[in-house]
């Protein structure tokens, strides 16, 4: 009796080492991948400020962006500020302890997004390339203003949960500026694909695949009530 209470807690303790050891992989896991994000941010903000003071447009775009130059520098400003702001906003600990800086960052990228998204659904009327193209930019400038507007909706209702929802669709649709100089150079560099092919196809790779993983981290969320949401889950995307 008593050898069997004896393995019983040998077995809790193994048990507890290792669920201990795995959730400090994920943390770590977590973290790279929240830094990983925080780089690529800095980077295409880097390169968006160069392009916007420059006019150094990637080639087969400039005679379009110089006609439009109202439309892409408001969305370009716009896109800025919500990209910047869109990492810090994952932090938990940013979250739990500044709630105050939150807030103001939270209402400094939905009005980059409002100025952003107007500008980027103006350009998208006008994209290079076809109809594809144009619909693949346009879809994504309705779902970035839809994400935001449903995420500040939900925190006005406190619905923290759908907050939180909304927000990580809202982030993974941010990032599509990242994605986008991701996809590009690798279907022209490593997949051969003329510009021309290229751009409307990366105009759906580059915000349908983020969509889908953010779908895949929120089904994985417990969602008992909304106050456990609004405390637990997942640091970063
Ligand atoms: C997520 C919603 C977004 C949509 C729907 C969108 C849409 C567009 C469209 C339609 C264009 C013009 C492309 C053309 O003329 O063919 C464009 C260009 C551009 N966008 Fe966005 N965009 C989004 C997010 C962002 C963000 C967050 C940034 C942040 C920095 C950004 C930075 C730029 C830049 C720099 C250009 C100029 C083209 C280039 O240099 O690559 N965009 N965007």
């Given at each position: 009796m008593q050898a069997n209470t004896h393995e019983t807690r040998r077995i809790d303790a193994g048990e507890e080492r290792r669920r201990r050891r795995w959730q400090m992989i994920r943390r770590l896991l977590q973290a790279f991948g929240w830094g990983v994000m925080l780089l690529l941010a800095v980077v295409v903000v880097a390169y968006a400020g160069f392009v916007l003071v420059?006019?150094?447009?990637p080639a087969p775009l400039r005679p379009s962006l110089a006609v439009h130059r109202v439309a892409i520098s408001a969305h370009i400003v716009g896109g800025i500020v919500a990209l910047a702001i869109a990492p810090l906003q994952l932090v938990p600990q940013l979250r739990r302890r500044g709630a105050a800086a939150h807030r103001w960052l939270g209402r400094a990228a939905m009005l980059g997004m409002l100025v952003g998204g107007l500008g980027g659904l103006a350009m998208a009327a006008v994209a290079y390339g076809n109809l594809a193209s144009r619909l693949g930019f346009g879809t994504m400038a309705l779902g970035w203003l839809t994400t935001a507007w449903l995420g500040y909706w939900a925190i006005r209702a406190k619905q923290v949960a759908a907050h939180r929802r909304w927000m990580l669709r809202n982030i993974a649709l941010t990032l599509a500026a990242v994605t986008l100089r991701l996809w590009l150079p690798l279907l022209l560099k490593?997949?051969?694909?003329p510009f021309d092919t290229a751009y409307p196809l990366v105009a759906w790779l580059c915000w349908v695949p983020n969509l889908l993983i953010a779908e895949a981290i929120i089904q994985r969320w417990p969602r008992p009530s909304g106050v456990r949401l609004a405390h637990s889950g997942p640091a970063t995307m």
């Open positions: 420059t006019g150094a447009f490593v997949g051969h694909l």
